[in-house]
Antibody, heavy 121, light 110 residues
Framework: EVQLVESGGGLVKPGGSLRLSCAASGFTFSSYSMNWVRQAPGKGLEWVSSISNSGSYIYYADSVKGRFTISRDNAKNSLYLQMNSLRAEDMAVYYC??????????????WGQGTLVTVSS | QSVLTQPPSASGTPGQRVTISCSGS????????VNWYQQLPGTAPKLLIY???QRPSGVPDRFSGSKSGTSASLAISGLQSEDEADYYC???????????FGGGTKLTVL
């Protein structure tokens, strides 16, 4: 059974940093692209970042480019999102999602339960 | 503003057929396949339709998808109360180099 479990969310002050993690199990992690998608309270889905299976291809939404860094450790079956210079508008539930293939444009086939990031002074 | 455009709401009675539209552009729907996601209240999104009209294992055949040009639609036939959810269309955008979503459609079963 595919499982994606996010962690690392919490309360952070504006300008602060946070590192999210996503522990994957139930599939060959190194064979699939991975993504971060966020959802602000009461709002719709917003794609944040994607990384190919090998980590060679990485893309970011303009809203987070230069502040967020996606990475993966295929040996540890883990996906990460380093978030710096956090703003109020970054407050959201962050979902880890697996693509249905190794390419970054693949559909988001499996989703974790999400981790809440709150940005407030 | 979302890159893909969906109606904010839709409704139907049990047993009815409802459709949800999704409009995009040449850089997303026009050149890539469309996916649909269902988000039940308080839960994570779930892939409902991929590659325009394919259903993942376990998704009832009451759900179907189609695409024409730069638009797509999701149809739900034999509407059931458990279909009440938010539905999002999504696609890869070649200009933005990222996934794009519609704003979501809240489906109410009357």
């Amino acid at each position: 059974e595919v499982q994606l479990v996010e962690s690392g969310g919490g309360l952070v002050k504006p300008g602060g940093s946070l590192r999210l993690s996503c522990a994957a199990s139930g599939f060959t992690f190194s064979s699939y692209s991975m993504n971060w998608v966020r959802q602000a309270p009461g709002k719709g889905l917003e794609w944040v970042s994607s990384i190919s299976n090998s980590g060679s291809y990485i893309y970011y939404a303009d809203s987070v480019k230069g502040r967020f860094t996606i990475s993966r450790d295929n040996a540890k079956n883990s996906l990460y999102l380093q978030m710096n210079s956090l703003r109020a508008e970054d407050m959201a539930v962050y979902y880890c999602a697996r693509g249905d293939g190794d390419y970054v444009s693949s559909p988001l086939e499996y989703w974790g339960q999400g981790t809440l990031v709150t940005v407030s002074s | 503003q979302s890159v893909l455009t969906q109606p904010p709401s839709a409704s139907g009675t049990p047993g009815q057929r409802v459709t949800i539209s999704c409009s995009g552009s040449s850089s997303n729907i026009g050149s890539n396949t469309v996916n649909w996601y269902q988000q039940l209240p308080g839960t994570a999104p779930k892939l409902l339709i991929y590659s325009n009209n394919q259903r993942p294992s376990g998704v009832p055949d009451r759900f179907s998808g189609s695409k024409s040009g730069t638009s797509a639609s999701l149809a739900i036939s034999g509407l059931q109360s458990e279909d009440e959810a938010d539905y999002y269309c999504g696609a890869w955008d070649d200009s933005l180099n990222g996934q794009v979503f519609g704003g979501g459609t809240k489906l109410t079963v009357l």
